[in-house]
T-cell receptor, first 113, second 111 residues
Framework: QQQVKQSPQSLIVQKGGISIINCAYE??????FPWYQQFPGKGPALLIA?????SEKKEGRFTISFNKSAKQFSLHIMDSQPGDSATYFC????????????FGKGTRLHILP | SQTIHQWPATLVQPVGSPLSLECTVE??????LYWYRQAAGRGLQLLFY??????ISSEVPQNLSASRPQDRQFILSSKKLLLSDSGFYLC??????????FGPGTRLTVL
């Protein structure tokens, strides 16, 4: 119940296309859903996050779509660029509790130039 | 804003040698601190976390140990490294929503 399942494991997208990464969770107590971007040799960086009271959050070319009833959330990267090539992790946490944040296993995204 | 420092950035050590990786945090006091390991091409494995000086919790049994001698210092150690200890080690702090903020990482290769 504490797992966050992320798919696909790897993704190849043409430059200018839309990259979509999906995550699913079971624990309905999760109330914060961040996405992280990690470049090779660097630590993961918080990219964008959403709380379950909204269905979508957009920051530039990055959008999180959230479906509370399906217990799923996804990251959409519009107009994907070669510089977006990285590993992306979804995560879920319960605020105001001692439970630790749970990470998905990651998606390696490659944008073809 | 907080800054996380980790050193060394890279390390190559022989099997059986000791290990000490250091993490220090600036810009915050009494942070919750975390050590993660990331094997090549794999996900994030939580190793240890600490809610205060001298307070360490271990998530998985292993060859490693952690210590927190000062409020903003977190150390990862081993007495004898194994080949399986190779990986990318990340120190992290925690935000208001339990999200993690990661340091730059240490690449450890055990030969």
């Amino acid at each position: 119940q504490q797992q966050v399942k992320q798919s696909p494991q790897s993704l190849i997208v043409q430059k200018g296309g839309i990259s979509i990464i999906n995550c699913a969770y079971e624990n309905t107590a999760f109330d914060y859903f961040p996405w992280y971007q990690q470049f090779p040799g660097k630590g993961p960086a918080l990219l964008i996050a959403i709380r379950p009271d909204v269905s979508e959050k957009k920051e530039g070319r990055f959008t999180i779509s959230f479906n509370k009833s399906a217990k799923q959330f996804s990251l959409h990267i519009m107009d994907s660029q070669p510089g977006d090539s990285a590993t992306y992790f979804c995560a879920a946490s319960i605020t105001n509790r001692d439970d630790k944040i749970i990470f998905g296993k990651g998606t390696r995204l490659h944008i073809l130039p | 804003s907080q800054t996380i420092h980790q050193w060394p950035a890279t390390l190559v050590q022989p099997v059986g040698s000791p290990l000490s990786l250091e993490c220090t945090v600036e810009g915050t006091s009494n942070p919750n601190l975390y050590w993660y390991r990331q094997a090549a091409g794999r996900g994030l494995q939580l190793l240890f976390y600490s809610v205060g000086i001298g307070q360490i919790s271990s998530e998985v049994p292993q060859n490693l140990s952690a210590s927190r001698p000062q409020d903003r210092q977190f150390i990862l150690s081993s007495k004898k490294l194994l080949l399986s200890d190779s990986g990318f080690y990340l120190c992290a702090t925690e935000g208001a929503y339990n999200e993690q903020f990661f340091g730059p990482g240490t690449r450890l290769t055990v030969l």
